[in-house]
């Protein structure tokens, strides 16, 4: 079992930032230490979507409305992936999951708050 602890949510204007964290504990051993990271939001009535992306190699994907604003990033040492937000708009607001996908096997965070709003 994989734990995912998702952190640094909150309330934000538009045009300011957040620092996600994402800290993963438990039996993280992956085939061939092959894994993924992957960022997700939902909205209110809406389905969950892709934001971000981290492979174990450093390769990194993001969703065309975040791409320039939103950096996603990684602590081997202490098995903490970051999601850096700039540049907040109001269609960012949702709930951020972190997801670990390795060895055919995926595991979610619980989930964290990000709302941007005057």
């Known amino acids: 079992q994989v734990q995912l602890v998702e952190s640094g949510g909150g309330l934000v204007q538009p045009g300011g930032s957040l620092r996600l964290s994402c800290a993963a504990s438990?039996?993280?051993?992956?085939?061939?230490?092959?894994?993924?990271y992957r960022w997700y939001r939902q909205a209110p009535g809406k389905e969950r979507e892709l934001v971000a992306a981290?492979?174990?190699?450093?390769?990194?994907n993001y969703a065309d409305s975040v791409k320039g604003r939103f950096t996603i990033s990684k602590d081997n040492a202490n098995e903490v992936v970051y999601l850096q937000m700039n540049s907040l708009k109001p269609e960012d607001t949702g709930v951020y999951y972190c997801?670990?996908?390795?060895?055919?096997?995926?595991?979610w965070g619980q989930g964290t708050q990000v709302t941007v709003s005057s």
């Open positions: 997801n670990r996908f390795a060895s055919s096997v995926g595991y």
């Open positions: 438990g039996s993280i051993f992956s085939i061939n230490n092959i894994y993924w």
């Open positions: 981290i492979s174990s190699v450093g390769r990194t």
